[in-house]
């Protein structure tokens, strides 16, 4: 099975990038002068589709704006070209690693030059002068884009327990929050041994090799430890050094939190507010890291629905930045993605006949083709699971993925268009082989096989299950944030923030 699809970057966004100039937003409070601080927001495979999404979703069905678009709106806004040592595609680690250091680096690799020696981050840099650091995801701590700006590791596919410790070595982070408590506690233990606040649904074995308990550890060097979002909310207020896990390994998806008893995990948002609160009490300043990483997974699902929620909580988490900014004008907030996932896009399309619209004019209107409208928008919203979770329901029945797409989209499917959904080769792989090529991880194969199902009724395409190569949109608001205009290597974003931490006072 092969797909195609429009890799225009969507009519509204150009216009809003090519042509936002207006000024900043007006403080409704009295702002106050400090030591420059930089926020880094990164949107794990938020491409220029991806953000169009979003703003089509805001303004044609939600009657707003996103926190997003108004940042766009300051005229901050420029492009970052996604370009590893040698390559033209690039993976999560390197691209992070080269927005943390500045220099190309090779896909997969962490904090490693091309010859193979370390590099210095920016958390690492300003750790070293008295700054206070903070790393905050929606994904294990120890994944590719956290990862990057704290570890160094010929692969980010090493071991979980490796890239914590090499995380945790040298004490370069002052605020930690996230998922992957797995490689924190001891081998042959649960993680809820040690950290009781994990609900069930994320708790999970140690992947440990050896008996260290990291969380004594941490406790030990000063770190207060949390595990849910009432004792996060809590430790905000005095802690100076903190520790929040909330998952075994990766928190689930937004969209799929009503499944499960997760009531007590935070979203970004207030992991944002909470890290914002400790580290803002440092008179010396501070970096910290903010990543919206399950926008990528939604995107190797070919998932639209899942994909659209993950970028509205990442936007959420992006206005708790930009209202801190709104006080403290000292703070660089910089907004962008690593690269592209799935090649998504609305369509046009054949579906069958296009009924007429009568026009006040007497004129009727009858396009030769079907066009999306919000109406489409508005069937990704409703969408109550992922696609991953009601395949995981149906268990390969026909029948019963009938019942569950309906059930959780409201969209009507054949059993045949179920079947087909189900379909798997003589190896139990989704799919066919030249589908599986551009799908290689199972489960992401099978999830794009149900989308293209229901392309239908979507008018949803996608034209991968992996990475794309267009630049990806990044805005600025704060001190140097004009430097961020044009276009550029993603290795610029290093400097505009090295460049504004050095104003100390």
């Given at each position: 099975?092969?797909?195609?699809?429009?890799?225009?970057?969507?009519?509204?966004?150009?216009?809003?990038?090519?042509?936002?100039?207006?000024?900043?937003?007006?403080?409704?409070?009295?702002?106050?002068?400090?030591?420059?601080?930089?926020?880094?927001?990164?949107?794990?495979?938020?491409?220029?589709?991806?953000?169009?999404?979003?703003?089509?979703?805001?303004?044609?069905?939600?009657?707003?704006?996103?926190?997003?678009?108004?940042?766009?709106?300051?005229?901050?806004?420029?492009?970052?070209?996604?370009?590893?040592?040698e390559n033209i595609v690039i993976d999560s680690a390197a691209s992070a690693a080269q927005m943390a250091t500045g220099q190309l680096v090779r896909n997969d690799m962490l904090g490693i030059d091309p010859d193979g020696y370390p590099i210095e981050s920016i958390l690492e840099w300003a750790h070293k002068r008295g700054l206070g650091t903070g790393l905050?995801?929606?994904?294990?701590?120890?994944?590719?884009?956290?990862?990057?700006?704290?570890?160094?590791?010929?692969?980010?596919?090493?071991?979980?327990?490796?890239?914590?410790?090499?995380?945790?070595?040298?004490?370069?982070?002052?605020?930690?929050?996230?998922?992957?408590?797995?490689?924190?506690?001891?081998?042959?233990?649960?993680?809820?041994?040690?950290?009781?606040?994990?609900?069930?649904?994320?708790?999970?074995?140690?992947?440990?090799?050896?008996?260290?308990?990291?969380?004594?550890?941490?406790?030990?060097?000063?770190?207060?430890?949390?595990?849910?979002?009432?004792?996060?909310?809590?430790?905000?207020?005095?802690?100076?050094?903190?520790?929040?896990?909330?998952?075994?390994?990766?928190?689930?998806?937004?969209?799929?939190?009503?499944?499960?008893?997760?009531?007590?995990?935070?979203?970004?948002?207030?992991?944002?507010?909470?890290?914002?609160?400790?580290?803002?009490?440092?008179?010396?300043?501070?970096?910290?890291?903010?990543?919206?990483?399950?926008?990528?997974?939604?995107?190797?699902?070919?998932?639209?629905?899942?994909?659209?929620?993950?970028?509205?909580?990442?936007?959420?988490?992006?206005?708790?930045?930009?209202?801190?900014q709104q006080s403290h004008p000292d703070t660089l907030v910089i907004v962008t993605g690593d690269h592209g996932t799935g090649g998504f896009s609305f369509t046009d399309a054949d579906f069958g006949p296009v009924p007429d619209v009568p026009l006040?004019?007497?004129?009727?209107?009858?396009?030769?083709?079907?066009?999306?409208?919000?109406?489409?928008?508005?069937?990704?919203?409703?969408?109550?699971?992922?696609?991953?979770?009601?395949?995981?329901?149906?268990?390969?029945?026909?029948?019963?993925?009938?019942?569950?797409?309906?059930?959780?989209?409201?969209?009507?499917?054949?059993?045949?268009?179920?079947?087909?959904?189900?379909?798997?080769?003589?190896?139990?792989?989704?799919?066919?082989?030249?589908?599986?090529?551009?799908?290689?991880?199972?489960?992401?194969?099978?999830?794009?096989?149900?989308?293209?199902?229901?392309?239908?009724?979507?008018?949803?395409?996608?034209?991968?299950?992996?990475?794309?190569?267009?630049?990806?949109?990044?805005?600025?608001?704060?001190?140097?944030?004009?430097?961020?205009?044009?276009?550029?290597?993603?290795?610029?974003?290093?400097?505009?923030?090295?460049?504004?931490?050095?104003?100390?006072?």
């Amino acid at each position: 099975m092969t797909t195609r699809t429009s890799k225009k970057i969507a009519p509204l966004l150009l216009s809003i990038m090519l042509l936002a100039a207006c000024g900043p937003a007006q403080d409704t409070e009295q702002p106050r002068a400090g030591t420059p601080n930089v926020i880094l927001f990164v949107g794990d495979g938020f491409g220029a589709t991806q953000m169009s999404l979003g703003i089509q979703y805001a303004r044609l069905v939600g009657q707003r704006e996103l926190n997003i678009e108004s940042l766009m709106g300051d005229g901050n806004t420029g492009y970052s070209l996604t370009l590893p040592f040698e390559n033209i595609v690039i993976d999560s680690a390197a691209s992070a690693a080269q927005m943390a250091t500045g220099q190309l680096v090779r896909n997969d690799m962490l904090g490693i030059d091309p010859d193979g020696y370390p590099i210095e981050s920016i958390l690492e840099w300003a750790h070293k002068r008295g700054l206070g650091t903070g790393l905050v995801t929606n994904m294990r701590i120890t994944h590719a884009t956290p990862a990057a700006f704290a570890v160094h590791q010929s692969s980010r596919y090493n071991s979980e327990q490796a890239l914590m410790d090499d995380l945790l070595g040298e004490g370069d982070v002052d605020v930690l929050l996230g998922g992957g408590a797995r490689a924190l506690v001891p081998a042959g233990s649960w993680v809820s041994e040690a950290l009781p606040g994990i609900p069930e649904d994320l708790d999970g074995e140690s992947n440990r090799e050896d008996a260290l308990n990291r969380i004594e550890d941490l406790a030990n060097q000063g770190y207060e430890i949390v595990s849910d979002a009432q004792s996060l909310q809590a430790a905000a207020s005095h802690a100076t050094k903190l520790i929040g896990m909330f998952s075994a390994s990766h928190l689930p998806y937004v969209i799929d939190r009503p499944h499960m008893n997760v009531s007590s995990v935070p979203t970004l948002a207030e992991m944002t507010s909470a890290a914002l609160n400790i580290l803002s009490r440092r008179d010396e300043g501070f970096f910290m890291l903010v990543e919206g990483g399950s926008i990528d997974f939604g995107g190797h699902a070919n998932d639209a629905g899942t994909m659209l929620q993950e970028i509205l909580e990442f936007d959420e988490a992006v206005g708790r930045g930009l209202k801190f900014q709104q006080s403290h004008p000292d703070t660089l907030v910089i907004v962008t993605g690593d690269h592209g996932t799935g090649g998504f896009s609305f369509t046009d399309a054949d579906f069958g006949p296009v009924p007429d619209v009568p026009l006040e004019s007497g004129i009727i209107y009858n396009p030769d083709f079907g066009y999306p409208t919000k109406e489409h928008l508005e069937i990704l919203f409703r969408q109550s699971a992922s696609y991953s979770y009601i395949l995981e329901q149906a268990s390969m029945d026909p029948e019963k993925l009938v019942e569950l797409v309906l059930a959780h989209t409201g969209l009507e499917m054949t059993l045949d268009e179920a079947k087909e959904a189900l379909v798997r080769g003589e190896d139990g792989l989704p799919g066919t082989e030249d589908f599986r090529r551009y799908h290689p991880d199972p489960d992401d194969g099978a999830s794009a096989l149900l989308g293209l199902a229901l392309a239908r009724h979507s008018f949803v395409v996608w034209s991968t299950g992996e990475h794309t190569s267009d630049p990806v949109p990044t805005y600025g608001r704060g001190p140097g944030a004009e430097k961020l205009r044009g276009i550029y290597p993603n290795t610029h974003i290093y400097s505009v923030m090295r460049d504004t931490l050095e104003r100390r006072n």
